[in-house]
C-alpha cells in the first residue's frame, strides 16, 4: 500500500449532512460517533463539521426542495478525493415520504440523494443502525483509497 | 431573573446566520442572530428544510398506513406520534383497548421520555463545549436504546401501536420484564451519578445558570409547552389528565428560574419519575391479551387528541371516510416552543444562543408540516 | 569560530528542528488516544492518526481556491505561522545566542504575537459556505431585520481573536517576565547560565505560580478547551481555519502540534534552564515536558466546557494577577 492509501485509510473525516429526514438516522449516527460504545474513532473516523475537511458525506434525509441548493453546495466545496454515503431509507429511496402513494403525492421532495449529487455508497433501514454506518462509510473508502 | 431579554427598538446592525448545517444542530435549520458586540439582540430561526408535507401525503391512505406514517415525522418522539394517532382512531371508532396494551404502550412511552432525555442531556452538553458528559450520557443513553429494541424490535421506529393495542411483538414476556427491571436499576444509578457529577462542576454551571432565562409571564405569553413550560415554574403536565396515567403515581417536576440549568436540571430529574412509572406499570402488568381485533371501520367526524410528549403538547386530528384518512392535521410541541427559543437567545452571548435554542429541546422535523401566521413575533401565533 | 564549530552548530540546530517535529506530529494523537478517549470510556483513535496521518492525507487532497477574497493570501498564512512558530525554536537554541537581541525574550514575545496576529488575518480572509453563502431562502418577504448587515462567523471569531492579542495572552507573558525578573536580564542565554548557576527556577516560589501562569497562559494561545473561544464548535465551527482544505490544511495541524512543542520547550528553557539541543541529554527533559503539557492539556479540555466572556474574562484577569504576583515575589 502507498503512502497515500495508507493514510488515506488511517484518517477518515466524515462530515454529516442533514436534508430533512425524520432525525432518527441523524441520531443514529451522531450516536455512532460519539457514542463509547460504537467510537468511530477507534477506526479512524472522524466527525467534521467543515466540508474542507471532509473525505466522506454522510447524507440522510430526502432531500426536501429548500436543502438542494445547500446539499450542492456543501458537495462543491469538498476537495477530491471524496465519496457520498447516503444513509437511510430516505436517502437511499426517497423513502416513505416519496413512496406511499397517497392521494397527493409529496412535491417538498427534490431527492433521492443520486439524483442531486453521485453516491458512492447506500446504507439501507429505517433509521439506519449505527454499525451499518460504520460499515457503510467503510464501505465508500476504497473509492478514496484508490483515487489518484 | 433578569436576562435583558428585549428587542430593542435601534437599529440592528449585524447578522450573524449559522445553519443549515451546523456542528451544535442535530437539525437542519437556520439561526438568524443579531448582533451587537456578540450580545444577541435579537433572533430569528427559520425552519423549512424539514417540510415534507406529511399532512398532504397522508390524505386519502388507510387508517393503518396513516398510522404507521405519523411515526415517520419524527425520530425522536416516534412512538407519541402513532401512539396519538392510534389513540385518534381508537376514540373516533370507540374501540376499547385491552389494560395490558395500554400498560405496553406507557412503558414504551416512559422509555422514549428517557431517551429523549437523556439525548437532549447529551446534546445540551455537546452544545456546552462539554464532549466528555456527552458521550458519558450517550453510553448511559445506550441501555435505554437497547430496552427499546429488545421490545420493538428497532432502535428508532418501533412502532408498537396498532388500532386496538399494540403489536404482537412488543409483548413483555418474563425474560424483557427482568431485562427491563435491570435497566431500569441500571439507569436510576447512572443518572444519579451524573447528576452528582453534573450539579458540582462549577465551570459548568458558570456556563449555565441565568441564560436563557424565560420568565413565568413570557412563558405564558409565549404559549411555551412541555419541560420548557415545567422549568419556568408552571405545573402544567397533560399526563396529569390522561386517563392512560391514572393508575401511576408520579411527580410534576417544577423549577424556578426557567434558564438553561432550570431546563437541564428539569430533564435529569424527570428521568427518575419515568424510571417510576416503568417500575408500577411492570409490577402491574396485566394479564391477558394485547390486541383488540373487534372493531369496524367506520366513518368519523373530525376526531382529536391531545397526549403529553417528551417535549410537551401533542395534537393529532383528522376524519376517517371509507377508511381513509381526512383533513389529517398534526400539532407538534416544538411549533409552539420555537417563540420561545427565539426570545431566550436574546440577551445571551452568541456562544450560549445556540444554547438557548437547544433548551428548549427543539425538534424540527416534528415542526416542519405547518403553515405559520405570525403577526408579531413575539404576540399571536396560528397555526393553519 | 572555526568552521567545524559552525557545522557542529548547523547539525545541532537541524537535528533539533527535525526532533521538534518528529516529537510534535505524534502530541495530538497521545491527547486523544491516552488521555481523552481514556477519560471518556472509549477506545480511541490510533496514536498515529490524528497529528501525523492525518497532515499526510490533506498533502494528497485536490487543491482548490478558497472562498476568500484574497485566496493567495489566505493560503500563504498557515505557512507563514509555521515558519513563526519554527523560528522561536530557533531563537530558543543555544547555538542561536551569538545573535544577541534576536535571541532574547523580547524576540520570542514579538513572534508569538506575530502568530497570534495571524489568526486575525486569516478569519477576515475567509468567507465559508456555512453562513452567509449558505444558499438557502432566509431573507424573504416577512423575515426580521432583511437590511441589517451579514457578518460571517469568520468575522466573529476574528474580532476573538483580537481580543485574545489585546487580552486572552497577559497570563502568558506575564509568566515568560518571571524568569527574566530572577535573571536581571533579557537574554536567553543570560536566563540559562542564571539557572545553571542558581538551579531551575520552577523550584523556587515565583518560579511555581509563575509555571501555572504560564500553563493556563499557553493554553489561551493554542486556544484549547476551554479557552476555546476563537473556535468553539457551538457557533463559529473552526473560526479562521474553516476554509483551508488540502496542504493548507496541513499546515494548520503541523503548526498547532510544533507550537505544543515549541511552547513546552520555551517552558523548559525558561523555567528549567534547558534549552533544546540535540546535543545534550537535556533534550529528553524538553520532549517530556512537551508529553506532560500535552497530557495535562488534553485532562482540562476533556473535564470542561468552553468558555464565554463571562468566565473567559475572570480567569484571564485571575491569572494575570497571580502573574503579577509571581513577578513581585521573583524580586523579593
Redesign the interface.
Known amino acids: 500500500m502507498s503512502l497515500k492509501s495508507y493514510s488515506r485509510a488511517r484518517a477518515v473525516h466524515v462530515m454529516l449532512v442533514y436534508t430533512g429526514g425524520c432525525n432518527g438516522c441523524d441520531i443514529e449516527i451522531v450516536n455512532c460517533i460519539l457514542s463509547p460504545k460504537y467510537d468511530a474513532e477507534q477506526y479512524k473516523v472522524f466527525l467534521t463539521w467543515n466540508p474542507r475537511e471532509a473525505d466522506v458525506l454522510v447524507v440522510t434525509g430526502p432531500v426536501t426542495k429548500h436543502v438542494e441548493e445547500p446539499l450542492k453546495a456543501i458537495y462543491e466545496a469538498i476537495p477530491e478525493p471524496k465519496a457520498v454515503v447516503a444513509a437511510g431509507a430516505c436517502a437511499t429511496m426517497g423513502g416513505v415520504y416519496k413512496n406511499i402513494h397517497g392521494d397527493i403525492p409529496s412535491e417538498e421532495i427534490a431527492g433521492p440523494v443520486e439524483e442531486i449529487i453521485p453516491v458512492a455508497a447506500k446504507i439501507p433501514g429505517c433509521a439506519v443502525r449505527p454499525e451499518d454506518v460504520l460499515s457503510g462509510v467503510v464501505a465508500a473508502l476504497p473509492l478514496l483509497l484508490n483515487a489518484k | 431573573m433578569d436576562n435583558n431579554n428585549k428587542v430593542t427598538t435601534q437599529v440592528i446592525e449585524t447578522e450573524v446566520p449559522m445553519g443549515t448545517i451546523h456542528s451544535a444542530a442535530l437539525e437542519p435549520y437556520r439561526l438568524r442572530l443579531f448582533v451587537e458586540d456578540e450580545i444577541v439582540r435579537d433572533a430569528e430561526l427559520t425552519i423549512g428544510v424539514n417540510h415534507r408535507g406529511i399532512e398532504r401525503i397522508m390524505e386519502g391512505l388507510p387508517v393503518e398506513k396513516a398510522n404507521s406514517l405519523t411515526e415517520k415525522i419524527c425520530g425522536i418522539c416516534s412512538n407519541s406520534h402513532i401512539w396519538n394517532s392510534c389513540l385518534t382512531a381508537e376514540k373516533g371508532l370507540e374501540i376499547d383497548i385491552p389494560p395490558r396494551a395500554e400498560y405496553i404502550r406507557i412503558i414504551m412511552g416512559e422509555l422514549e421520555r428517557l431517551h429523549s432525555h437523556l439525548l437532549y442531556l447529551a446534546h445540551g452538553s455537546e452544545v456546552l463545549g462539554h464532549e466528555t458528559f456527552s458521550m458519558r450520557l450517550f453510553y448511559i443513553r445506550e441501555t435505554v436504546m437497547e430496552l427499546l429494541r429488545m421490545i420493538g424490535g428497532n432502535r428508532v421506529q418501533y412502532g408498537a401501536s396498532i388500532i386496538g393495542g399494540v403489536r404482537p411483538r412488543c409483548e413483555l414476556d418474563e425474560m424483557r420484564i427482568q431485562k427491563l427491571t435491570e435497566g431500569m436499576d441500571y439507569l436510576e444509578e447512572k443518572i444519579g451519578e451524573f447528576a452528582d457529577r453534573f450539579v458540582r462542576d462549577p465551570m459548568v454551571i458558570s456556563r449555565i445558570s441565568g441564560i436563557g432565562a424565560i420568565t413565568k409571564a413570557d412563558a405564558r405569553r409565549l404559549a411555551t409547552t412541555g419541560p420548557t413550560l415545567r422549568a419556568t415554574g408552571i405545573e402544567v403536565d397533560l399526563r396529569r389528565d390522561m386517563e392512560q396515567y391514572e393508575p401511576f403515581e408520579f411527580d410534576v417536576i417544577t423549577q424556578d428560574t426557567g434558564d438553561i440549568k432550570a431546563n437541564l436540571l428539569m430533564r435529569v430529574l424527570e428521568i427518575p419519575e419515568s424510571i417510576k412509572i416503568i417500575r408500577q406499570a411492570i409490577k402491574d402488568l396485566p394479564e391477558g391479551k394485547i390486541t383488540n381485533r373487534s372493531w369496524e371501520m367506520q366513518d368519523t367526524d373530525i376526531i382529536r387528541s391531545y397526549i403529553e410528549v417528551p417535549r410537551g403538547k401533542l395534537y393529532h386530528s383528522y376524519k376517517i371516510e371509507d377508511g381513509r384518512v381526512r383533513n389529517s392535521i398534526v400539532r407538534t410541541p416544538s411549533i409552539t416552543n420555537i417563540n420561545t427559543m427565539e426570545f431566550a437567545c436574546i440577551g445571551t452571548h452568541i456562544t450560549d444562543a445556540q444554547l438557548a435554542v437547544v433548551q428548549c429541546d427543539p425538534c424540527f422535523t416534528c415542526t416542519d408540516r405547518a403553515v405559520q401566521i405570525v403577526d408579531h413575533p413575539l404576540k399571536k401565533i396560528k397555526t393553519v | 569560530m572555526d568552521t567545524s564549530m559552525i557545522i557542529i552548530s548547523l547539525i545541532a540546530v537541524i537535528g533539533t528542528l527535525i526532533v521538534a517535529f518528529a516529537v510534535s506530529v505524534w502530541l495530538p494523537g497521545i491527547e486523544?488516544k491516552f488521555v481523552?478517549?481514556r477519560?471518556?470510556?472509549?477506545?480511541?483513535?490510533?496514536i498515529?492518526?490524528?497529528g501525523f496521518?492525518?497532515p499526510?492525507?490533506f498533502f494528497?487532497?485536490?487543491?482548490?481556491s478558497?472562498?476568500s477574497p484574497m485566496p493567495k493570501l489566505y493560503n500563504a498564512l498557515p505557512l507563514v505561522t509555521l515558519i513563526i512558530v519554527t523560528l522561536i525554536l530557533l531563537v530558543t537554541m543555544p547555538q542561536m545566542y551569538f545573535l544577541g537581541a534576536f535571541a532574547s525574550i523580547i524576540a520570542v514575545v514579538g513572534l508569538l504575537k506575530i502568530e497570534e496576529i495571524m489568526y486575525m488575518f486569516m478569519g477576515s480572509l475567509s468567507k465559508?459556505?456555512?453562513?452567509?453563502?449558505?444558499?438557502?431562502?432566509?431573507r424573504v418577504k416577512?423575515?426580521?431585520?432583511i437590511d441589517?448587515?451579514?457578518?460571517?462567523?469568520e468575522e466573529?471569531s476574528t474580532?476573538r481573536a483580537f481580543r485574545l492579542i489585546a487580552f486572552g495572552s497577559f497570563p502568558l507573558y506575564i509568566a515568560l517576565f518571571v524568569p527574566v525578573a530572577m535573571a536581571k536580564s533579557i537574554y536567553l542565554a543570560d536566563i540559562v547560565g542564571y539557572q545553571q548557576l542558581n538551579g531551575p527556577i520552577l523550584f523556587t516560589v515565583a518560579g511555581v505560580i509563575g509555571a501555572i501562569v504560564y500553563f493556563i497562559g499557553s493554553m489561551i494561545l493554542l486556544n484549547e478547551?476551554?479557552f476555546?473561544?476563537m473556535k468553539?464548535?457551538?457557533?463559529v465551527?473552526?473560526g479562521p481555519?474553516?476554509?483551508?482544505?488540502?496542504k493548507y490544511?496541513a499546515y494548520t495541524y503541523i503548526t498547532r502540534g510544533l507550537l505544543i512543542f515549541v511552547l513546552a520547550s520555551l517552558f523548559t528553557t525558561m523555567f528549567i534552564g534547558i534549552p533544546p539541543n540535540i546535543l545534550s541529554p537535556g533534550i529528553l527533559i524538553t520532549i517530556a515536558v512537551a508529553i506532560i503539557f500535552s497530557i495535562l492539556m488534553a485532562v482540562m479540555s476533556?473535564?470542561?466546557?468552553?468558555?464565554?466572556?463571562?468566565?473567559f474574562y475572570p480567569v484571564v484577569a485571575a491569572t494575570s494577577i497571580l502573574g503579577v504576583l509571581a513577578i513581585v515575589a521573583s524580586f523579593l
Open positions: 486523544r481523552q478517549a477519560i471518556q470510556q472509549r477506545v480511541g483513535p490510533p498515529s492518526s490524528p496521518m492525518a499526510i492525507k494528497f487532497k485536490q487543491v482548490m478558497p472562498n465559508s459556505v456555512l453562513s452567509v453563502n449558505m444558499p438557502f431562502p432566509d416577512g423575515a426580521k431585520h441589517a448587515t451579514r457578518s460571517f462567523i466573529v474580532l478547551y476551554p476555546a473561544i468553539t464548535k457551538a457557533d465551527i473552526e481555519y474553516l476554509e483551508y482544505m488540502s490544511r476533556a473535564f470542561s466546557p468552553v468558555f464565554t466572556f463571562r468566565q
